[in-house]
């Protein structure tokens, strides 16, 4: 056991709580998704090359910072794609899989972001949660341990999913215009992401649209949401969130409907699919457009409240969603009220909360 000083505290870390000053273990680490882990940079990037901070900040990652991050396994069709070793040793390289401070070795890399940074392991950060003795043990990301057999209890509050074709198609900007909107008409909004590779961003921008209050999947220690974990992460967050009574809740499904994070798992539950209320899909062109409403309505048995994402760019792509697919299309960019006073209306919260004159 040392101490050592580092330089940047990735979000993916945010409910250990550290400080710039951190002990850590440099034998017998263990490899396993959550270990929180520190890292010496070993090489410079043009791109891609920020990382996000527990302060919500973006900070640029130079070649030599000491950073804190955990262990995970990423499988993003415009990122990395990468795993966590098999073992861990101090002096391993491993690389940086993501923004968030996800840690594993990268086996793929999309050409737009370049090569991911290299990181030489410099050992295990140590938490020490027994009073009174200085036994550390390995931290791990997350407040708590997600339980895999969580319920479901909406009570009573309505629930507004949104879900794309891909990652990158708009998500988070259409939920944050709908919270926005929401907010606007005097609603009180709760938002989580149930879905995804730890990042803090897209809640952060959904609270600073608004909402009350926000939650992720990190937070129950999952560092890449799985088809495994996927049902119980959104019955537990919209269980927690239901209960402190908001109006309505919103929540982003990250990457894609048939991605590798659990969206069609999630979708394919009855419990989960009968407690929404309203589900927004977002699509990158009008070829997605016409797949994601398929696939809502085929295999999930979901009608669309609205669509939005890029394929609503101009009005000729609203124009072919509405008239071949039968479903209202908004952007979410130029006209975010049309499309949160759509989701108000669908969910039926349009009497109680009407429009200002």
């Given at each position: 056991?040392?101490?050592?000083?580092?330089?940047?505290?990735?979000?993916?870390?945010?409910?250990?709580?550290?400080?710039?000053?951190?002990?850590?273990?440099?034998?017998?680490?263990?490899?396993?998704?959550?270990?929180?882990?520190?890292?010496?940079?070993?090489?410079?990037?043009?791109?891609?090359?920020?990382?996000?901070?527990?302060s919500?900040?973006?900070?640029?990652?130079?070649?030599?910072?000491?950073?804190?991050?955990?262990?995970?396994?990423?499988?993003?069709?415009?990122?990395?794609?990468?795993?966590?070793p098999?073992?861990?040793?101090?002096?391993?390289?491993?690389?940086?899989l993501?923004?968030?401070?996800?840690?594993?070795?990268c086996?793929?890399?999309?050409?737009?972001?370049?090569?991911?940074?290299?990181?030489?392991?410099?050992?295990?950060?140590?938490?020490?949660?027994?009073?009174?003795?200085?036994?550390?043990?390995?931290?791990?990301?997350?407040?708590?341990?997600?339980?895999?057999?969580?319920?479901?209890?909406t009570?009573?509050?309505?629930?507004?999913?949104?879900?794309?074709?891909?990652?990158?198609?708009?998500?988070?900007?259409?939920?944050?215009?709908?919270?926005?909107?929401?907010?606007h008409?005097?609603?009180?909004?709760?938002?989580?992401?149930?879905?995804?590779?730890?990042?803090?961003?897209?809640?952060?921008?959904?609270?600073?649209?608004?909402a009350?209050?926000?939650?992720?999947?990190?937070?129950?220690?999952?560092?890449?949401?799985?088809?495994?974990?996927g049902?119980?992460?959104?019955?537990?967050?919209?269980?927690?969130?239901?209960?402190?009574?908001?109006?309505?809740?919103?929540?982003?499904?990250?990457?894609?409907?048939?991605?590798?994070?659990?969206?069609?798992?999630?979708?394919?539950?009855?419990?989960?699919?009968?407690?929404?209320?309203?589900?927004v899909?977002?699509?990158?062109?009008?070829?997605?457009?016409?797949?994601?409403?398929?696939?809502?309505?085929?295999?999930?048995?979901?009608?669309?409240?609205?669509?939005?994402?890029?394929?609503?760019?101009?009005?000729?792509?609203?124009?072919?969603?509405?008239?071949?697919?039968?479903?209202?299309?908004?952007?979410?960019?130029?006209?975010g009220?049309?499309?949160?006073?759509?989701?108000?209306?669908?969910?039926?919260?349009?009497?109680?909360?009407?429009?200002?004159?």
């Amino acid at each position: 056991m040392r101490t050592i000083v580092v330089d940047k505290i990735a979000s993916i870390t945010q409910a250990c709580g550290l400080g710039h000053e951190v002990r850590i273990a440099t034998d017998d680490l263990p490899s396993e998704e959550g270990v929180v882990v520190v890292v010496e940079i070993l090489s410079a990037k043009a791109n891609y090359n920020t990382i996000e901070l527990t302060s919500g900040r973006m900070a640029k990652v130079n070649k030599g910072d000491i950073v804190v991050g955990a262990l995970g396994h990423r499988k993003a069709l415009f990122g990395y794609s990468g795993h966590v070793p098999p073992k861990l040793a101090a002096g391993d390289v491993i690389q940086m899989l993501n923004i968030g401070g996800v840690l594993g070795i990268c086996d793929s890399a999309n050409p737009d972001k370049g090569k991911p940074f290299d990181c030489r392991v410099l050992g295990v950060v140590l938490t020490f949660p027994y009073l009174g003795e200085r036994i550390g043990v390995p931290a791990r990301a997350g407040y708590r341990k997600l339980d895999l057999a969580a319920t479901l209890d909406t009570q009573g509050v309505p629930v507004v999913a949104l879900a794309g074709t891909c990652m990158e198609a708009g998500k988070t900007a259409a939920a944050c215009a709908m919270v926005s909107r929401m907010r606007h008409r005097g609603l009180v909004v709760d938002c989580f992401k149930a879905t995804g590779v730890s990042l803090r961003r897209d809640i952060l921008a959904m609270e600073d649209a608004g909402a009350r209050h926000s939650m992720i999947f990190t937070d129950l220690g999952i560092i890449t949401s799985t088809p495994a974990v996927g049902p119980a992460l959104t019955r537990t967050m919209i269980t927690e969130l239901a209960a402190k009574k908001p109006d309505v809740i919103v929540f982003e499904l990250g990457d894609g409907i048939l991605g590798a994070y659990g969206v069609d798992a999630i979708l394919d539950c009855d419990d989960i699919r009968g407690a929404l209320t309203g589900v927004v899909l977002s699509a990158n062109d009008p070829v997605a457009a016409w797949g994601g409403v398929k696939l809502m309505r085929e295999r999930f048995k979901i009608e669309p409240c609205a669509v939005t994402g890029p394929a609503t760019d101009n009005a000729v792509g609203v124009d072919i969603i509405r008239d071949q697919m039968g479903v209202p299309a908004f952007n979410a960019l130029t006209d975010g009220i049309g499309l949160g006073d759509r989701v108000i209306e669908a969910i039926g919260l349009a009497a109680k909360f009407p429009t200002a004159h």
